[in-house]
């Protein structure tokens, strides 16, 4: 029974894609807002689950690959979300709902048991671990958005206007949902690091390890304070900035998927569940 406000999450989301997909077709309000009420439908029942499983736990659900992936999804739906409401790309919506139901359906595939170390069952992990989500998923709005700013820059200067020429939003619009995805990610990224690294001085003894997930978080936080300051400072607009945003993510990815799959880290589902 606790899987079932997940089950119907994810049936909200594919619903949400089809009629997204179709907005994108024939570009119709009721579309739009009929796309947006599933998907916070789909966040609400997310939510839930989330909640549900932090209750019978008494953890946040994170020690394994389909727990994980549960609240990577849910946080990108939260801050698509709040986008929708405080600068709406209408478009996004037949990226992230796609993205957060195929997230969904690995998680439901995936292992989600596991329970985290004693030493490291804290509100204060999960505080950390919310925030560098938050920030993450900001960050994968900004990729999506570089590559709708990348597509319509090559129909504009190729001159060949296609299908997606008048469904996607200026480059303008598309260039400030980069600019607006920086100045709210950057800021929870960087609360994400700090209160991992004092988590890591009070449960570990030591503030950094060098552990390759930190230094792949490291490398791509300095490419964001880089394009923050680029943009702030010298005016940075349009297609370097696209493909910084581009660039950083793929970095994240790389941290994500290297810390499990391969590279040795204490931020590997099996360390979080042995960690002395």
Known sequence: MTSLPLILALAAYFAATGVWLTYLIWSRESLY?????????????????????????GQFPIASAGGSLVVVSWALVTVFLFFMWR??????????APLAAVLLCGA?????????????????LGFHIIAALL????????FLGGLLYLLQERQIKSKKFGFFYRRLPSL?????????????????????MVTGSLYAQHTLGTFWRW??????????????????????????????????AIGGFVVLVVAFVGAN????????????RRLP
């Open 211 to 244: 552990d390759p997930k930190e230094t792949m978080t490291l490398i791509a936080w300095l490419l964001y304070a880089a394009l923050l300051h680029e943009r702030l400072v010298k005016g940075w607009r349009g297609r370097r900035a696209a493909l910084m």
């Open 33 to 57: 807002a009929g796309g947006r009420g599933l998907m916070l439908t789909g966040g609400v029942l997310h939510t839930l689950y989330l909640a549900l499983e932090t209750l019978s736990r």
């Open 135 to 142: 920030g993450n998923a900001t960050f994968t709005l900004a």
């Open 87 to 96: 600068h709406p790309v209408k478009v996004l919506g037949a990226l992230v």
């Open 261 to 272: 799959l391969g590279l040795s880290s204490y931020h590997s589902f099996e360390s979080l």
């Open 172 to 192: 303008d619009t598309l260039d400030a949902l980069n600019s607006y995805c920086l100045t709210l990610g950057f800021p929870l990224f960087t609360l994400g």
């Open 108 to 124: 439901l595939i995936l292992p989600r048991q596991g329970q985290l170390s004693p030493h490291l069952q804290s509100l204060w």
